[in-house]
């Protein structure tokens, strides 16, 4: 029973994403004031560079002879991450900042961006979808941690995100530890906000570890969980698809968010890196970010460039 009204909650939610419509209108929707941008600097481990890959490059290897004998890009992608990856319900397509940049790279590769599949993958399965072939690569807000970085490769960052609380306006907490002490804090399984709630649960009661983020904003619709850990950039989507739940605290713990691809695939690393750089260059990124992010995250996209 819990479970069947589960899934009616995504579908409500996905549904009132579909609602809004793609030119991102979240800021009414979410009661006002847009996403505080993470102002940490970005802390990369003693072991790792968080930002390092390999330098542009567009030459044709082994996997991008591959993808292009099958003809089409395997992309990796969320469905429920509201203007970052979301199925309009209106129009039965995925759309968002990210799946504008899986476009991008079919176009680039391919010389047409609708030659790509997007595949949907959860927060728990993106990286043995990668490290087995089953994608070629993944665009799934997914931020680059040294952990991930010794079972997968990453491009160079393409958006600055940090750690964000998300709780219903009724709790009425006044910081992220107040917010979290004594009660079931949400984060997606094996995300980074897992992760930082493993290292330090800040008072937690109980972790709650759904296989993706939305299921965390549906369990705190159920009343089955409290609180939400999660990447700034989907404490904002949150928000923006109800208007109930606030943005908690500060934001802590910058990262940077990659796309990610089989460490043994160099040619297409280089080659999505290059993609990124012309992206960006060419305005691409920015008309992105003012489509889908602008409504809730701000009208400058200047915090959040790597």
Same mark, same amino acid.
């Given at each position: 029973?819990?479970?069947?009204?589960?899934?009616?909650?995504?579908?409500?939610?996905?549904? =009132?994403?579909?609602?809004?419509?793609?030119?991102?209108?979240?800021?009414?929707?979410?009661?006002?004031?847009?996403?505080?941008?993470?102002?940490?600097?970005?802390?990369?481990?003693?072991?790792?560079?968080?930002?390092?890959?390999?330098?542009?490059?567009?030459?044709?290897?082994?996997?991008?002879?591959?993808?292009?004998?099958?003809?089409?890009?395997?992309?990796?992608?969320?469905?429920?991450?509201?203007?970052?990856?979301?199925?309009?319900?209106? =129009?039965?397509?995925?759309?968002? %900042?990210?799946?504008?940049?899986?476009?991008?790279?079919?176009?680039?590769?391919?010389?047409?961006?609708?030659?790509?599949?997007?595949? =949907?993958?959860?927060?728990?399965?993106?990286?043995?979808?990668?490290?087995?072939?089953?994608?070629?690569?993944?665009?799934?807000?997914? &931020?680059? &941690?040294?952990?991930?970085?010794?079972?997968?490769?990453?491009?160079?960052?393409?958006?600055?995100?940090?750690?964000? $609380?998300? $709780?219903?306006?009724?709790?009425?907490?006044?910081?992220?530890?107040?917010?979290?002490?004594?009660?079931?804090?949400?984060? $997606?399984?094996?995300?980074?906000?897992? =992760?930082?709630?493993? $290292?330090?649960?800040?008072?937690?009661?109980?972790?709650? &570890?759904?296989?993706?983020?939305?299921?965390?904003?549906?369990?705190?619709?159920?009343?089955?969980?409290?609180?939400?850990?999660?990447?700034?950039?989907?404490?904002?989507?949150?928000?923006?698809?109800?208007?109930?739940?606030?943005?908690?605290?500060?934001? %802590?713990?910058?990262?940077?968010?990659?796309?990610?691809?089989?460490?043994?695939?160099?040619?297409?690393?280089?080659?999505?890196?290059?993609?990124?750089?012309?992206?960006?260059?060419?305005?691409?990124?920015?008309?992105?970010?003012?489509?889908?992010?602008?409504?809730?995250?701000?009208?400058?996209?200047?915090?959040?460039?790597?």
């Amino acid at each position: 029973m819990r479970k069947a009204r589960t899934r009616a909650l995504i579908a409500a939610a996905a549904l =009132t994403a579909g609602l809004l419509g793609t030119g991102g209108s979240a800021a009414g929707l979410a009661g006002g004031a847009p996403a505080r941008a993470p102002e940490l600097a970005v802390a990369a481990a003693e072991d790792c560079d968080l930002a390092a890959s390999l330098p542009p490059k567009q030459q044709a290897g082994a996997k991008i002879a591959k993808i292009r004998q099958r003809g089409k890009l395997v992309v990796g992608v969320d469905q429920s991450a509201y203007n970052w990856g979301y199925r309009n319900p209106q =129009t039965g397509k995925i759309v968002g %900042f990210d799946i504008d940049l899986a476009h991008a790279v079919a176009k680039s590769v391919l010389g047409d961006p609708d030659k790509v599949v997007l595949k =949907t993958v959860s927060t728990a399965h993106r990286i043995d979808a990668l490290k087995s072939g089953e994608v070629d690569l993944v665009v799934r807000a997914m &931020t680059i &941690t040294c952990e991930r970085k010794k079972d997968v490769a990453f491009s160079v960052p393409y958006f600055r995100v940090a750690q964000q $609380a998300v $709780a219903p306006k009724s709790l009425k907490a006044r910081g992220t530890a107040e917010a979290m002490k004594g009660r079931r804090v949400c984060a $997606a399984l094996n995300s980074s906000s897992h =992760t930082e709630l493993k $290292a330090d649960s800040r008072g937690a009661a109980a972790i709650v &570890t759904p296989d993706n983020q939305l299921d965390c904003l549906v369990l705190m619709e159920l009343g089955e969980a409290d609180v939400t850990l999660s990447d700034s950039s989907l404490a904002a989507a949150m928000i923006a698809q109800d208007p109930t739940m606030e943005l908690v605290g500060q934001p %802590f713990q910058s990262a940077f968010m990659g796309v990610g691809m089989n460490q043994n695939d160099t040619d297409l690393i280089a080659w999505v890196n290059q993609v990124l750089a012309d992206w960006r260059s060419s305005g691409g990124w920015r008309a992105s970010y003012d489509t889908w992010l602008r409504a809730s995250m701000g009208a400058s996209p200047d915090p959040y460039l790597p």
